[in-house]
């Protein structure tokens, strides 16, 4: 598991008013670090994404729907996050969602990759779960 202290900017990339990136504290930090449920799906991914970032499996277990959750999370040895860009955030219902994002990432050996997803996220119990996506 990796660190990242709470003052440096936040893995998911989101800028806020000024534009200047987010600090993880005021960002995923809020949900990666403590039991505060993230407020919808967008932001639910784009923890998930930092949570991926910083090696964080109990994290992605707790997010994922249990009807689609693995037994565990491995990360990939000396992979080397290059970013997140979220596409779209769709409502489709009061508690349904989806967001489409790209994500890039460089592995220990090899060309740099994409992940390109629409992902979809159910809210139970006042709480957002990743529950599949589909690659693009």
């Known amino acids: ?42 932001s639910l991914m784009r923890s998930r994404y930092g949570a991926f970032v910083l090696e964080r499996e109990a994290y992605l277990l ?35 969602a989806q967001v489409e994002f790209v994500a890039r990432q460089k592995p220990a050996t090899g060309a740099a990759v994409r992940l390109h997803e629409r992902s979809r996220f159910v809210r139970e119990n006042g709480r957002w779960l990743y529950v599949d996506g589909d690659a693009l």
């Open 62 to 96: 707790s997010t994922w729907h249990p009807g689609n959750r693995p037994g565990g999370v491995e990360f990939e040895p000396g992979v080397k996050w290059l970013g997140l860009d979220v596409r779209s955030h769709t409502l489709r219902g009061a508690d349904h």
């Open 1 to 42: 598991m990796k660190t990242l202290a709470l003052d440096k900017p936040c893995p998911c990339g989101r800028v806020g008013a000024k534009p200047k990136a987010l600090a993880y504290s005021e960002c995923c930090g809020r949900w990666i670090e403590t039991d505060t449920p993230a407020p919808d799906a967008e």
